[in-house]
Each structure stands twice: as structure tokens, then as C-alpha cells.
């Protein structure tokens, strides 16, 4: 039963960045171009690792993984915001708020544990090189990623059917540009002391495990690295998971500083833009980053531009 000084909340309002016309005018259209060029980006190292037969090792394999769970979180998120952002006022049911808190949350948890499996295979690749092929088939693989799908649905499901079987008060104004936890927290009618508490040991299961686990993974990469006795060996090596060090970085600064903190500490009107660095920051400069600084893909992504532009009809 519903205490006297609540009500049925049947929808959520979402109020954004600003109220300002101007200012929602120019990030519209920031963010519909940032949410082309993920996409756009996403696809193209999806596409090129599975055309590219060369690029059918275990580590392109999760990075096509990556690729693909990239595309999917920014998708809960940006068109959402887009329509707050061009609308004057965002609306969103009850149940929508619980499924897009329910996704935002499958594919943010799996991208945590797949980012520690993804380096698991560099330490095997750097520091068990004869035994990578053995260990690393493409069984084990496969068995990795839906592991971490099958934690992601199970924290996913709970976390969720917990946020929303709580008692919400009379106001239903959301101030974020989706449905996150902590604003959804604020307005639960009852003490959220213990709900809040809830979060932080969630978050630090999620978030701190697989980063336990790639900080563990990398110390052993780094030592083997620093035995090598030539220095162009060490450059190669390391530049082969550069580019997952500088994603891991990128997210888990970003998550862990969000969740892993007491509330005293928020300020929503400042971590909804924070929010926007995991959100859409990270996987926008996934592709560029992996483009970029890996030979390989940034070789199969100039075969497929010329096979698809430059081919003779």
C-alpha cells in the first residue's frame, strides 16, 4: 500500500542539460554528428574484423565484442537525450525508465568484464606466447563472452527489479538525460541510506573485480616486458595493448569516480556531464583510438575503403 504522501508514479520527466533553446539548438546538433560517427565508427571495426581473415585472432575477435557493445550503450542512451534535447519537454513511462536502466546497465557491466578478459589474452599472448594458441581457442573465447554476458543479465535484472520495486515519491522529475541510478535515487520516499549502500557494494563488484583483475594482468605484462632485452621488442609489444590500456583508463576513471563515492559528494547538474564520458565520449573514441594506433586494423580499414570505393563496377 502507498503511504499517505505518495503517488502512483506512472511516467518520468527528464530535464536535460539546459533549458536554454540556443544552447540545446548547438548540443543537438554536437551530438547527433558524435552519435553518426560512433555508429558509423563502430560498424566500420565490426565490419573489417569479421571481413578480414587476418584479423581472425582472439584479440580482434573481442574487439569486435567491444565494438558492438559500444554501439549498443551509446543507443540506450543518445537518442533518448536527442529527443530531450529537441523537444521542451522529455517524457519517458515508468516501464520505459526500468528498460532503459535495464540495458544501460547489461551493456555497461559486460563492457567491465570484457575489458578484464581482453586483457587476460594480452597477458596470455605477452606472457605465455607458446601456449596462446592453446589456451586462447576459439571455445574459450566464445566461453569468455557469453560469461560476461551471463553476469551482466543476472547484475542487469537484479539491480533493476531492485530500483523499481522501491516506494517513488510525488515528484517525478529526473534530472539527468536518462534514467541513471543516482537521480532515480532521489526521489525514493524512503530512506535510500541502505539503497545507496546497496549501489556502492554493486558498483564495486562490477566495477573494482575486473580491475583488480586487468591490474594484475598488466603488472604481470609490464614485468615480462621490462626483461626483454631489446628496446624495439618492448615498444612492439607493448604498443599490441596500448590501445586497450587507454580505453581501460578512459572508462573505469569515469565509472569508478561515479559510483564508488559517498552522496555527499554528488552534484547532479555536474555528474550528468561527467556521465557523458562513458556514455558517449568512450565509445566515440573506441574506433579512433583502435584505428589509430593498431596497424593492423588501420591496414584492413584502408583494404575495405578501397575495395568498396576504388573496385572497378
Not at 293 to 307: D, F, M, S, T, W
Request: net charge positive; with cysteine.
Amino acid at each position: 500500500m502507498l503511504k499517505e504522501n505518495e503517488t502512483l508514479v506512472t511516467e518520468f520527466i527528464l530535464l536535460g542539460f539546459t533549458k536554454r533553446r540556443e544552447m540545446k539548438v548547438f548540443l543537438f546538433v554536437m551530438f547527433l554528428c558524435l552519435y553518426i560517427f560512433t555508429v558509423l565508427g563502430n560498424i566500420a571495426i565490426t565490419l573489417v574484423t569479421s571481413l578480414d581473415s587476418a584479423l581472425h585472432v582472439p584479440m580482434y575477435f573481442f574487439l569486435r565484442n567491444l565494438s558492438f557493445l559500444e554501439l549498443c550503450f551509446t543507443s540506450v542512451t543518445i537518442p533518448n537525450m536527442l529527443v530531450t534535447l529537441y523537444s521542451e519537454e522529455s517524457r519517458i513511462s515508468f516501464t520505459g525508465c526500468a528498460v532503459q536502466l535495464y540495458f544501460f546497465l547489461l551493456f555497461g557491466v559486460t563492457e567491465c568484464f570484457l575489458l578484464s578478459v581482453m586483457s587476460y589474452d594480452r597477458y596470455v599472448a605477452i606472457c605465455i606466447p607458446l601456449r596462446y594458441t592453446t589456451i586462447m581457442n576459439k571455445r574459450v573465447c566464445i566461453q569468455l563472452s557469453a560469461a560476461t554476458c551471463a553476469v551482466a543479465i543476472v547484475v542487469a535484472a537484479a539491480h533493476t527489479s531492485f530500483m523499481f520495486t522501491l516506494p517513488f515519491c510525488g515528484s517525478n522529475v529526473i534530472n539527468h538525460f536518462f534514467c541513471e541510478i543516482q537521480p532515480l535515487l532521489e526521489l525514493i520516499c524512503d530512506n535510500t541510506y541502505w539503497n545507496e549502500l546497496q549501489v556502492i557494494v554493486v558498483a564495486g563488484m562490477v566495477l573494482l573485480l575486473p580491475f583488480i583483475l586487468i591490474l594484475i594482468s598488466y603488472l604481470q605484462i609490464i614485468t615480462t616486458i621490462l626483461k626483454m632485452r631489446s628496446a624495439k621488442s618492448r615498444y612492439k609489444t607493448f604498443s599490441t595493448c596500448s590501445s586497450h590500456l587507454i580505453v581501460v583508463m578512459l572508462f573505469y576513471g569515469t565509472a569508478l569516480f561515479m559510483y564508488i563515492r559517498p552522496k555527499s559528494s554528488y552534484s547532479m547538474d555536474t555528474d550528468k556531464w561527467i556521465s557523458l564520458s562513458y556514455s558517449v565520449i568512450t565509445p566515440i573514441l573506441n574506433p579512433i583510438i583502435y584505428s589509430l594506433r593498431n596497424k593492423e586494423v588501420k591496414g584492413a580499414l584502408q583494404k575495405l575503403v578501397a575495395n568498396i570505393f576504388l573496385t572497378p563496377k
